[in-house]
């Protein structure tokens, strides 16, 4: 995952701001989140796919990609859990 000056930070923030734009007294922050979840997966599948020429050229490579989106997931997830521990408040 690159963070150089190419806008990523940015590109996430805005994701996060629109996920917080969600949030009310009807809808939980589990929610916002799964949806979150959800449209990444539906994002990143799409995107994924745009790269092969046939069904049968994604479906050979299909493990490799879904332990590559696991994996950067998995990093980003515990950078910012770390981060959160360092750093907790409580409420």
Excluded: C, P
């Amino acid at each position: 995952m690159s963070t150089n000056d190419n806008g990523f930070l940015k590109r996430a923030d805005a994701l996060i701001a629109l996920a917080n734009s969600q949030l009310d007294e009807e809808i939980t922050q589990g929610e916002v989140s799964a949806s979150f979840m959800y449209g990444a997966a539906r994002f990143n599948a799409w995107m994924a796919s745009s790269s092969f020429d046939t069904g049968a050229d994604l479906a050979s490579e299909k493990e490799k990609i879904v332990e590559y989106f696991l994996a950067e997931y998995k990093l980003a997830l515990e950078e910012h859990l770390k981060n959160h521990i360092e750093n907790f408040k409580s409420n």
